[in-house]
């Protein structure tokens, strides 16, 4: 499974709102300078983790984004699937063999236990990492 750059940006946006938001609201111009990702590609970004109620705006000022939950709750995979939709990695995958309309092998397929297995792996990895994992990390590099 490959990620696009909303995937990869988007996580690397939302640990840098988690780091340098837990006292204000941050700037979309002050994330695109340290991440150095354009601002118009980050309030992209930011409308799809808004939408999926993991970061909220705030206007004014002094305004910016915050981190809407507690980043101890909310998991990488939340994230990831705010800014790509379903991570599975073959259509087949995640979908059990009454709902498979698209598939007329699939009584058969052998091969779908693989992709039900990389599936899960994908998710149970991103679904066990926390973001306030990462900021702690994060901390402990500066």
């Known amino acids: 499974m490959k990620l696009s750059t909303k995937g990869r940006y988007g996580l690397r946006a939302f640990i840098d709102l988690a780091v340098c938001g837990e006292e204000r609201p941050v700037s979309l111009n002050s994330i695109a300078e340290r ?33 809407a939950r507690p980043v101890e709750e909310i998991s990488v995979g939340d994230v990831l699937r705010a800014l790509e939709g379903d991570l599975t990695p073959v259509e087949c995958a995640g979908i059990d063999d009454s709902q ?22 994908i998710n149970d990895t991103v679904d066990s990492i926390y973001i306030g994992e990462l900021v702690k990390e994060s901390k402990r590099q500066t």
């Open 35 to 67: 991440q150095e990702i354009s601002v118009s590609y980050l309030e992209q970004l930011m409308a799809k983790l808004k939408k999926a109620g993991l970061v909220k705006s705030v206007r004014g000022v002094n305004g910016g984004y915050t981190v």
């Open 100 to 121: 498979r309309t698209h598939c007329t092998g699939s009584s058969q397929c052998v091969s779908k236990i693989v992709w039900k297995r990389i599936n899960d792996s």
